[in-house]
């Protein structure tokens, strides 16, 4: 049964034309369409809350609150995939990355980002750029039209000029 599972959801994944074709769960427990970001620059982002690249939300943030009026979003993926480093449940995330990030852009549930039970968007997200995710914080760009634009790999600052300049570009087209 978990292999018919697991067999969908790399079809799906690989059926799939952009990032708008695929739902997510919200850190609250709601259905998340990602069809609701049609027309918007998304940044995707695998996140940790006990990782030493975790302070990297504080630059999220302030992306999110500069651009979000020009039609950018950041997304926040919570993935417990590598050193055990989100272990938290999706309550204890939320509350952590308001009070101490005061993070407002969308978080989702907690979802495995690599491996047999990767979720099928990030199956789809790997494909389109630079395959299997190393670490937390990895960001994929995103176009207007939900297609990959550019990958990021967890070094690369939110803040760093090379992001920001594809933001730009891509709030541009």
């Known amino acids: 049964m978990r292999r018919v599972i697991l067999s969908l959801a790399a079809a799906l994944a690989l059926s799939a034309q952009s990032l708008h074709d695929f739902t997510m769960t919200a850190i609250d427990g709601a259905p998340a369409p990602m069809a609701r970001f049609k027309g918007k620059v998304v940044l995707v982002v695998n996140v940790a809350s006990r990782?030493?690249?975790?302070?990297?939300?504080?630059?999220?943030?302030?992306?999110?609150?500069?651009?979000?009026?020009?039609?950018?979003?950041?997304?926040?993926?919570?993935?417990?995939?590598?050193?055990?480093?989100?272990?938290?449940?999706?309550?204890?995330?939320?509350?952590?990355?308001?009070?101490?990030?005061?993070?407002?852009?969308?978080?989702?549930?907690?979802?495995?980002?690599?491996?047999?039970?990767?979720?099928?968007?990030?199956?789809?997200?790997?494909?389109?750029?630079?395959?299997?995710?190393?670490?937390?914080?990895?960001?994929?760009?995103v176009g207007k039209d939900g297609r990959v634009l550019e990958r990021f790999e967890p070094r690369v600052e939110p803040t760093a000029p090379e992001l920001v300049a594809a933001i730009e570009r891509a709030l541009a087209q």
């Open 51 to 141: 990782c030493g690249l975790t302070p990297q939300y504080e630059g999220l943030e302030a992306l999110y609150r500069k651009y979000k009026d020009r039609g950018f979003v950041v997304v926040g993926v919570p993935a417990n995939n590598f050193g055990g480093q989100e272990p938290g449940s999706n309550q204890e995330i939320a509350e952590f990355c308001k009070r101490t990030y005061d993070v407002t852009f969308p978080m989702m549930a907690k979802v495995s980002v690599k491996g047999d039970d990767m979720h099928p968007l990030y199956r789809y997200l790997t494909a389109a750029k630079g395959g299997d995710i190393r670490w937390n914080f990895t960001k994929f760009l």
